[in-house]
């Protein structure tokens, strides 16, 4: 069993920067994919990035291509989203999620979430 706590979620004007950050327990987080999902009001959740167990393959929304970064520290267990000139559609509640090589089918393992509010 993984858990997944987010962080770093907050207020931002257009334009800002945030930085999210996933902590997992376990000892097997450098073995998963890790990504990161959001879902906005109203909305269904969405894809935003993605990043395999050794950080060397990532893969983006085209919606954030270019302006979020995902990374990884395996010493730390822990995902981060660098998210760079945020808009007000970025407002969402984001999610940190664990995909297990060892089991079948999607993302396994969902954290609670950290709310994002962009202002314009």
């Known amino acids: 069993q993984v858990q997944l706590v987010e962080s770093g979620g907050g207020l931002v004007q257009a334009g800002g920067s945030l930085r999210l950050s996933c902590a997992a327990s376990g000892r097997t987080f450098s073995t998963y994919t890790m990504g990161w999902f959001r879902q906005a009001p109203g909305k269904e959740r969405e894809f935003v990035a993605r990043i395999s167990w050794s950080g060397k393959s990532t893969y983006y929304a085209d919606s954030v291509a270019g302006r979020f970064t995902i990374s990884r520290d395996n010493t730390k267990n822990t995902v981060y989203l660098q998210m760079n000139s945020l808009k007000p559609e970025d407002t969402a509640v984001y999610y940190c999620?664990?995909?297990?090589?060892?089991?079948?089918?999607?993302?396994?393992?969902w954290g609670k979430g950290t709310l994002v509010t962009v202002s314009s």
């Open positions: 999620a664990a995909d297990s090589p060892t089991k079948v089918g999607g993302w396994d393992y």
